[in-house]
């Protein structure tokens, strides 16, 4: 027993000690694991943003809610994103089909992740399911929607159209806002 | 048996996470000798950027590309909060953000970029074999992968800012994700006198890892 449990012992104090402190970033990643809102319940990520400031998209008319939607400002030459919550109302679950729009050539689902040796990775979602009753943020650091090959510049105060196509709740129409980026994460409140 | 040394890892990893995530308040800045170093690159107006001539303000250093809609402008917001938050010592410090998409990423793309952010940024770029040199001394992992999306293609990176003093020497590495707060108080130590000159060792780690 104790022949196993000593060397067991004594790497988790070297192994939690140096991810702890990690000064060379070495280990990034083990700390600071998953972007902030990526694994978190809906609910968490709502309540840590702040009070209305900004006014952001809201689209409740199918049973696919459409919740908190924006972008920001960026040249037409790189990729934009567009944050939002979707929220399947309904007792089924649905699926999003396709993303479509006059403003930009191609619309993809994106999610950033963070390997184990502080590598980012940005890869394409080819699938969003929602199950009924499920909230998915896309928040910075997250998911987003990405917009490759915008025809225009986004500046603050412009919007994108969007259309989001869904297996059972339909299309649904959107006017993205374009919001001024600040050194925060977007201010909001959930419009209940 | 096997039980039981499962309870005392978790049990000790529990412990010793939650005392040194209580060290990890304070920064331990030191000198870096074996990671960084000087480069030369060109910034979004044309001018060089020699890193060892730097003797004017601090430098925050991070590494991206363009084409990267998510983490990247995250940074580049966060730098903007960095700045706000060091009040008069804003001006003691520049924010450079060098590119690891030469290819893509020109100069003038590189300057309209950062009007959206900071005009005041720094968007440094060099050639491939330029860029790569720096990368490797600064340990930043990155991979150039093809995408079978209109993207085309991502650049797979490591995170992070790298803390260059006046002398252009390398003082701290903030993992990804530290919060705005840590870079101003990191900034803060060096503007005061109040961070150690020793040269850091390496980690136990690091060695086996390098």
Redesign the interface.
């Known amino acids: 027993?104790k022949y196993?449990?000593l060397p067991?012992?004594v790497?988790?104090?070297?192994?939690?000690?140096?991810?702890?402190?990690?000064?060379?970033?070495?280990?990034?990643?083990m700390?600071?694991s998953m972007?902030?809102g990526h694994k978190m319940p809906a609910g968490h990520t709502m309540k840590t943003m702040p009070a209305a400031t900004l006014k952001l998209g809201f689209n409740r008319t199918k049973a696919v809610h459409l919740n908190n939607f924006y972008a920001?400002?960026?040249?037409k030459?790189?990729?934009?994103?567009v944050y939002l919550h979707f929220e399947n109302t309904a007792k089924k679950s649905d699926e999003l089909l396709k993303i479509t729009s006059k403003d930009v050539?191609?619309v993809?689902l994106?999610e950033?992740t963070?390997e184990k040796?502080?590598?980012?990775?940005?890869?394409?979602v080819k699938k969003l399911v929602l199950k009924s009753g499920e909230t998915k943020p896309f928040v910075?650091?997250g998911s987003?929607i990405?917009?490759?090959?915008l025809k225009k510049n986004l500046k603050k105060g412009d919007t994108v159209d969007l259309t989001l196509q869904f297996k059972n709740a339909g299309k649904i129409n959107i006017k993205v806002p374009v919001i001024r980026?600040?050194?925060?994460?977007p201010t909001h409140s959930m419009h209940h | 048996?096997?039980k039981?040394?499962i309870k005392?890892?978790i049990f000790?990893?529990l412990f010793?996470?939650l005392?040194?995530?209580g060290?990890?308040d304070i920064l331990?800045i030191k000198v870096y000798d074996d990671?960084g170093g000087d480069f030369t690159l060109t910034d979004q107006h044309g001018k060089s950027f020699v890193m060892s001539e730097q003797n004017e303000k601090l430098t925050l250093l991070f590494f991206g590309y363009?084409?990267?809609?998510?983490?990247c402008?995250?940074t580049l917001?966060?730098m903007?909060?960095?700045?706000?938050l060091l009040g008069a010592n804003k001006n003691q410090v520049q924010f450079a953000m060098v590119t690891l998409d030469p290819e893509r990423d020109t100069q003038e793309?590189l300057r309209?970029?950062m009007m959206?952010?900071d005009p005041e940024f720094l968007g440094l770029y060099g050639d491939r074999k330029t860029t790569d040199e720096i990368a490797k001394r600064y340990?930043v992992?990155h991979?150039k992968?093809i995408?079978?999306?209109?993207?085309g293609y991502?650049v797979?990176?490591?995170?992070?800012a790298y803390l260059v003093d006046k002398k252009g020497r390398l003082r701290?590495?903030?993992?990804?994700?530290?919060p705005?707060s840590r870079f101003v108080q990191g900034i803060e130590m060096i503007l005061e006198g109040k961070a150690s000159e020793e040269i850091?060792k390496?980690?136990?780690?690091?060695k086996l890892?390098r």
């Open positions: 027993m196993f449990a067991l012992l790497l988790s104090f070297l192994v939690t000690s140096t991810f702890a402190e990690d000064p060379h970033g070495a280990m990034q990643g700390n600071h972007p902030a920001y400002p960026t040249i030459s790189v990729p934009g994103s050539k191609t993809e994106h950033t963070m040796n502080g590598m980012m990775l940005m890869r394409q910075p650091g987003h990405m917009l490759i090959g980026r600040s050194g925060k994460t | 048996m096997i039981q040394s005392y890892l000790f990893s010793f996470s005392v040194s995530s060290q990890a331990h990671v363009l084409n990267c809609p998510d983490i402008p995250m917001s966060e903007m909060e960095v700045k706000s793309q309209l970029y959206n952010f340990h992992l991979k992968r995408l079978r999306s209109g993207l991502s797979d990176h490591s995170g992070g701290y590495i903030f993992p990804s994700k530290s705005a850091r390496p980690t136990w780690l690091e890892v």
